[in-house]
């Protein structure tokens, strides 16, 4: 679920920015996002191949307030 909050501020689920970026030629390497004062890594790709931490998926809350800071990381095919 997508959702804009006042103006501008903006909150995207991840699959939204995945599947934006990958068909424009972009390859993810990881995606992870900032929970208190540490980061939960959901997906790793390790030399072409994509490992998914599905316990670290779960444990993403709904959208309360202002939702996570995702981390993306991805690589120009």
Not at 18 to 25: A, N
Not at 27 to 37: D, N, T, V
Not at 44 to 61: T, V
Request: glycine letters at 6%; hydrophobic letters at 40%.
């Amino acid at each position: 679920m997508n959702k804009v909050c006042f103006n501008a501020h903006r909150v995207y689920h991840p699959d939204t920015i995945i599947q934006t970026l990958v068909p424009e030629g972009f390859e993810i390497l990881e995606f992870s996002y900032i929970y208190g004062f540490d980061t939960a890594v959901c997906l790793k790709n390790i030399e072409g191949k994509i490992y998914i931490n599905q316990n670290n998926l779960n444990q993403i809350p709904e959208y309360q307030n202002w939702g996570l800071t995702g981390l993306f990381e991805f690589r120009k095919l």
